[in-house]
């Protein structure tokens, strides 16, 4: 037996209709929507997730209209790929006391140098991460190339730092903006898939950073020197989901 009222300060609704989720061992989802006569659940029809949004978006729901970052070049409800242009910025470094050999990068911790150009890939559960030649924005057969950092996995996902605000009531875009300016303030520490080469430079990835340290302090370079990015096998079109 169910519930059909609901009363909302002044208004009163009656339920009409009921929307069913399902999940699999793999945690695929799928809907059914239900017809609602005499307090009894009617047999449904499985719907999908254009069904679902002309639902939810049908004429006299009020949908708060916001304005999409340039950064951002796709989005759905649960990802978003936003492109940071190459830019000057700081960069920061902890290296723990157990790797005594990298601990010269603490010493230039807060340095600025220039990012490469960088692709991301957001959801609130994880954040890819990728490098690209160019500065114009990305297309569908745009090359991807290994970020030049620590705190990256084997498969381009990022190492998290702590404390990315998830406000339920953000946007994925929202989130994605958030995220993205806790981990430019992040702080680069331990090597993970070390198997994986991330930088073409020939004294390796924490050299190559005191490299760049030095240079941007000195004004000798204005641009990310694009010829020692390592390429993969990825394009755009193949990290869309």
Known sequence: MLDVKYQNHSQTFSLTHAL???????QQTLAT?????????LQGKAVNVAELDDLFHSPGQRIRMSLIPPQVIACSRTEVLWFERSRIRPIYFNVPE??????FLNR???????????LFKISREEVYCWAVKSSA????????YRAPFTNIFIDDKVCLPNGIPNNPDDDIVEYA??????????????????????????HGLDR?????????AKGKIKSFPAKHLIPTTLTVRSILS
């Open 208 to 216: 190559f950073w005191e490299y760049m340290v030095k240079q941007t």
């Open 177 to 202: 903006g958030k995220a993205l300016n806790v981990i430019f303030r992040g702080h680069f520490s331990h090597l993970y898939g070390e198997r994986v080469k991330r930088i073409g430079y020939y």
């Open 20 to 26: 069913l989720f399902y999940q699999d061992q793999s």
């Open 98 to 103: 157990e790797e005594p050999k990298r601990q």
């Open 33 to 41: 929507l239900h017809e609602v006569r005499n307090k009894q659940l």
């Open 108 to 118: 230039i911790s807060g340095e600025e140098v220039v990012w490469p150009n960088l």
């Open 137 to 144: 924005k990305p297309g569908l057969d745009t090359k991807l």
